[in-house]
């Protein structure tokens, strides 16, 4: 799923992979299927869970290429948010 406006020489994922750590670049994948998976209801609903899965299969790729990755900082990033959000309805 690329749009037209993306279609340049080097795309902004490949370059964001190749220049980023692993770590921030997974953050950057879950953090994107976090926010389309928050805003399908009121958005774009299910083009925007398609984007999600995009991201989320992307991310799955490099845990599935890498077993040395450490989600661990995921999980507490998650717990973290849990506690802040507790009882709030997102």
Known sequence: MKPS???SKIDP???MKA???QANYEGF???NV?????RYPKKNGLEDLK???DYLNKAIEM???DTKIDAGWM???FERADKQFEGEKL
Not at 34 to 38: A, Q, S
């Open 5 to 7: 406006h993306y279609e």
């Open 51 to 53: 984007k999600a899965a």
């Open 13 to 15: 994922l490949t370059y």
């Open 75 to 77: 999980r507490t990033t």
């Open 34 to 38: 976090i926010k389309y998976v928050t």
């Open 29 to 31: 994948l879950i953090g």
């Open 19 to 21: 220049n980023m750590s």
């Open 63 to 65: 845990h599935e290429k």
